[in-house]
């Protein structure tokens, strides 16, 4: 099964609107990181929080992190038509450089 | 600077044909990854090179498999006896930056089909 699973599959919202993704993972972990992909750029690094971390920003970007629940969000603010992409978590499965990540989060941003 | 490349971008091939795919790394990076991606799907590890270490191919899904990274830079994944569920697109990242060592930079991916 998948070290990272994200929720929900897909998310459709109105631009201008918050969009928040989850992550879940089994194992324990040194960092987790989450990417973004779509058709124009292909897959980029968004954001790493380390487990002694519980928030990070970036931008409009805002991830929180539970290591007690093994669970990650992200959360975009202000969502934009550009946002439109697919969101995968990837974590260092039990604290090694071997990165598993999830099945994604598939989000559009209507204009 | 240039990132990561991969050639060819697209591939053809018959069933039980080999393939080799090429990833050349964003220079000074030491780890390198392959990964594979269904359609619709996330991705799927293959195999991890960092430096001058034994690889991780824990995520090789079978012995046609194999990859290998000469002068701990460019890398190439082989694929023999290619099989239909071999299609996929395969991407390659590499990481070890100075400053953002655990960031990976993704390349454009080689799209397989094999027919």
């Known amino acids: 099964s998948q070290q990272g699973e994200e929720d929900p599959q897909a998310l459709s919202i109105q631009e201008g609107e918050n969009a928040t993704m989850n992550c879940s993972y089994k194992?324990?972990?040194?960092?987790l990181q989450w990417y973004r992909q779509n058709s124009g750029r292909g897959l980029v690094h968004l954001i790493l929080?380390?487990?002694?971390?519980r928030e990070k920003h970036s931008g409009r970007l805002r991830v929180t992190l539970d290591t007690s629940k093994k669970s990650s969000s992200l959360l975009i603010t202000a969502s934009r038509a550009a946002d439109t992409a697919s969101y995968f978590c990837?974590?260092?499965?039990?604290?090694?450089?071997?990165?598993?990540f999830g099945t994604g989060t598939r989000l559009k941003v209507l204009a | 600077g240039a990132g990561v490349s991969q050639s060819p971008s697209n591939k053809v091939t018959e069933k039980g044909k080999d393939v080799e795919l090429r990833c050349d790394p964003i220079?000074?990076?030491?780890?390198l990854y392959w990964y594979r991606q269904s359609l619709g799907q996330g991705l799927e590890f293959l195999i991890y090179?960092?430096?001058?270490?034994?690889?991780?191919k824990s995520g090789l899904p079978s012995d046609r498999f194999s990859a290998e990274r000469t002068g701990g830079s460019v890398s190439t994944l082989t694929i023999q006896r290619t099989q239909q569920e071999d299609s996929a697109v395969y991407l390659c990242?590499?990481?070890?930056?100075?400053?953002?060592?655990?960031?990976?930079?993704f390349g454009p991916g080689t799209r397989l089909t094999v027919t």
């Open positions: 194992t324990s972990i040194n960092n």
């Open positions: 220079s000074g990076h030491t780890a």
């Open positions: 990837a974590t260092d499965a039990g604290g090694t450089y071997k990165y598993i």
């Open positions: 090179f960092q430096g001058n270490s034994a690889p991780d």
């Open positions: 929080i380390r487990s002694n971390e």
């Open positions: 990242a590499s990481s070890g930056g100075a400053g953002r060592a655990l960031e990976q930079y």
